[in-house]
């Protein structure tokens, strides 16, 4: 459900870029310069992504931009219309590039919704370094230019932790742990052909049984200075 909240974050989002555009000269259009550094989170349900996430962009000083927001960027057209309007002409063929590759000859809704979420994970990267949670965004950008994690713990910590942040009986949050991770691999897998499950598939694996989540953050800063 997209909600207020949402709307209100991207709206600030929108601005500041509106108002960092008109204050600085852009730099040459190139694809090393397009897309900015950024961090695409993938997790298990209760493993904790969020709160490390949030962790990150404090530390960072960048946005996150969860499921929620990169929904009503991909649904909502007058954000998309915006967000076009904010990128430089010279990077729009680059990015129009980039998203080719996700069309099909004969696009359905669902693959509209899709394609829209693609462009705007492609535009929003262009336009500053960001934090991406969920939605497959690091199979989206280019891999050299940012980092792709994968936030992982064992099954009962994490129905643990969700059954605590939802309110849910241990076996309903058991089951929603199960059925919500079924679900995020399905789109993955559909969308991208690939198994989101094989740990070679990203940069760095961190497990929340043993790291907290500033440790966590802390790890996943170091890996994107070392990268």
Not at 52 to 59: H, N, S
Request: glycine share 6%; aromatic share 8%; charged share 25%.
């Amino acid at each position: 459900m997209i909600t207020g909240s949402c709307h209100e974050v991207v709206e600030r989002r929108l601005r500041n870029w509106e108002l960092m555009r008109a204050q600085k000269t852009p730099p040459p259009a190139t694809p090393k310069h397009c897309v900015q550094p950024y961090v695409a989170i993938s997790r298990l349900v209760g493993s904790g992504g969020g709160e490390i996430a949030r962790e990150l962009g404090g530390m960072l000083d960048w946005p996150v931009f969860d499921r929620e927001i990169l929904n009503v960027m991909a649904e909502d057209e007058h954000v998309q219309r915006r967000l076009y309007e904010l990128t430089d002409e010279r990077n729009v063929s680059f990015i129009e590039s980039l998203v080719a590759p996700f069309r099909t000859e004969a696009p359905k809704a669902r693959d509209d919704y899709f394609h829209k979420l693609v462009r705007a994970v492609r535009t929003i990267a262009c336009q500053s370094s960001v934090i991406f949670l969920g939605r497959g965004a690091g199979f989206i950008l280019p891999n050299e230019v940012g980092l792709h994690v994968r936030i992982v713990a064992p099954f009962e910590p994490c129905v643990a932790r969700h059954a605590k942040q939802t309110g849910l009986a241990p076996d309903d949050a058991a089951k929603q742990v199960r059925s919500t991770n079924e679900a995020r691999d399905g789109f993955l897998r559909q969308r991208f052909g690939l198994d989101p499950t094989d740990p070679c598939r990203y940069d760095l694996l961190v497990n929340t049984a043993t790291f907290a989540p500033r440790d966590a953050a802390r790890v996943i800063v170091a890996a994107l200075h070392a990268k």
